[in-house]
């Protein structure tokens, strides 16, 4: 099956052999995506709300660089490394997702850089590629 990659403009050099997003037969799947600017610095260190925001407003360029919006998203992956930001990056998330949520999980883990506190992987179904 085709694919269509999906690099929003000012994307910076992932840490690993992945883009932002694929898109195949109108499903988009975003890669997990964690609080870097564009050096794969962590921004906002010791903010898990601020960092869910990063994270959420880098998926949204995503999706909308694939045609879509946040209404498309469907599924998330979430990873935090303390389950005392639960509640924190849950605020942020329901502004994101303010009608029907997508369908979710959320696991407590390491991840890549030591200060970041959450990571989030995405699917959203903005239609067949063109």
């Not at 997003?21 to 964690?34: E, F, M, N, P, R």
């Not at 303390?82 to 605020?91: C, F, K, Q, R």
Request: glycine share 10%; with cysteine.
């Amino acid at each position: 099956m085709p694919k269509t990659v999906i690099i929003p403009p000012g994307t910076g050099k992932p840490l690993a052999p992945y883009v932002p997003g694929a898109l195949a037969d109108g499903i988009l799947y975003v890669s997990g995506t964690l609080p870097f600017d564009k050096d794969n610095n962590v921004v906002h260190v010791g903010d898990a709300g601020a960092q869910a925001r990063h994270v959420l407003e880098t998926i949204k360029g995503v999706v909308e660089a694939a045609g879509g919006t946040m209404d498309d998203v469907t599924f998330n992956h979430i990873f935090v490394t303390d389950w005392a930001d639960y509640s924190a990056i849950n605020a942020v998330y329901a502004e994101y997702f303010p009608g029907d949520k997508p369908a979710r999980f959320c696991i407590q883990c390491g991840l890549v850089k030591p200060d970041a506190r959450v990571e989030i992987a995405s699917v959203a179904h903005v239609g067949k590629a063109g």
